[in-house]
């Protein structure tokens, strides 16, 4: 699930950029798009040039580098299991005692501050838990997803139950498919409408009864009409 990079970052720098670290919140986005959310390249946002986080941004050499975020999750809590229709980006910066568990596989990955990019495969049902007892900070980048050359049919997902529990069915039947289909480039224009609790994407012809069959009850697939 945790696959280790080639790239890395002083410890030194790790710890002056947890020391630069101005909120407490769940979720920071550091950088801010180009462009389309999951296709186009990210840039860091202004505020963040010339701080330790411009230098731990930087140290992640690719060209597929999505939304950046630090992730903070405070000692004895954990997340509901999920998957994600995006590989990750992985920088652990501070915490003890804290996992990435892959559900799917029932292993538990132990994180820890040791300067290392790695890569995740996160189509896989996955949680995050934090069993010490000081906050775990994380630098997590999406990698932009694949443009299709062979997706044509225009379809749409809405829920007809509760949000909370339409994204955990979501998360739990879906996202692990898409996740899947997204590198196997047989889907595009992946857009999230967080409004109506909906999403739309194009899909290969070949594989649409293949997704309508993995949709659980409570979520509705339609197909858009064109023109």
Request: with cysteine.
């Amino acid at each position: 699930m945790l696959i280790h990079t080639n790239y890395t970052v002083s410890k030194d720098v790790i710890q002056q950029s947890i020391d630069n670290i101005q909120s407490n919140d769940f979720r920071v986005t550091i950088n801010q798009p180009t462009g389309d959310f999951f296709y186009d390249p990210w840039v860091i946002k202004p505020q963040y040039r010339d701080t330790p986080w411009e230098i731990l941004y930087d140290s992640l050499e690719v060209d597929n580098k999505g939304e950046a975020r630090i992730i903070h999750l405070h000692g004895g809590t954990c997340y509901s299991s999920h998957a994600d229709i995006d590989d990750r980006y992985h920088l652990n910066l501070s915490g003890n005692k804290c996992y990435l568990i892959d559900l799917d596989n029932q292993k538990m990955h132990l994180l820890s501050a040791d300067g290392r990019w790695y890569n995740m495969d996160a189509g896989r049902r996955h949680a995050a838990a934090n069993f010490g007892n000081r906050p775990r900070y994380q630098l997590v980048v999406r990698q932009l997803m694949t443009a299709s050359k062979t997706a044509s049919v225009p379809i749409e997902i809405i829920s007809t139950i509760d949000k909370e529990d339409a994204r955990f069915l979501f998360d739990d039947h879906v996202s692990p498919w898409l996740n899947r289909a997204n590198k196997q480039g047989i889907i595009d224009d992946f857009n999230f409408d967080n409004l109506n609790n909906s999403l739309s994407f194009k899909i290969d012809q070949e594989f649409l009864q293949e997704l309508y069959s993995i949709i659980p009850q409570g979520l509705v697939l339609n197909e858009k009409v064109c023109g």
